[in-house]
């Protein structure tokens, strides 16, 4: 369906991202399929356009409709660590591939960090995964054996290095 839609493919394919995190369907998915639909490079590039801005909606939305409508225990502790160190936490979290992806953007919102600081950490803590997850289906479509094993070795080290070293990351960050 998305090769059909020529040069609408890209916008649909950001439109849907920006949807997203309205059902909390995993980012990760969205940006295997960039990969496969669009290739290592622009499949990339449209990923992290659509991730950002569906995580910009998730901290609007919860910025918005406020703590009240968020009262899971998980957003309530996450808001208290965005409260002393927005950035960076933002930052080592969007590394931390065992942390819901919309949670710390709900998180986020509904702390005091602000909306510049967490669009900057999202880009920056994103790049590796998204990098990683678009290589991941453009080499599927590419079929090239050793690409898949270059793109296994890139995902262990960017994906499961941080689940490894979770605790001495978040200790960094407290």
Known sequence: MIYT???FAPLFYIFLYLLRPLVLFPAS????????????????????IGATGGAIVAFL???RFGEDNFKHKKVLELMNKFETKGFYYV????????VNFDLI??????????LKDFVKATV?????????????????????????IWVGVLYL????????????????IE
């Open 91 to 98: 930052l080592l979290l969007r590394f931390l591939p065992v």
């Open 124 to 148: 920056i803590g994103i790049i590796p995964g998204t990098l990683i997850y678009n290589l991941m289906g453009a080499s599927l479509v590419e079929s090239d054996k050793s690409t898949m």
């Open 105 to 114: 953007s709900y998180g986020a919102g509904l702390s005091k960090v602000s």
């Open 61 to 63: 939305i919860s910025r």
């Open 29 to 48: 998915i969205f940006s295997i399929v960039g990969g496969l639909a669009f290739g290592a490079i622009m499949g990339s590039v449209l990923a992290l």
């Open 157 to 172: 080290i960017v994906v499961v290095g941080p689940i490894i070293w979770k605790s001495n990351i978040m200790k960094r």
């Open 5 to 7: 839609a020529g040069w």
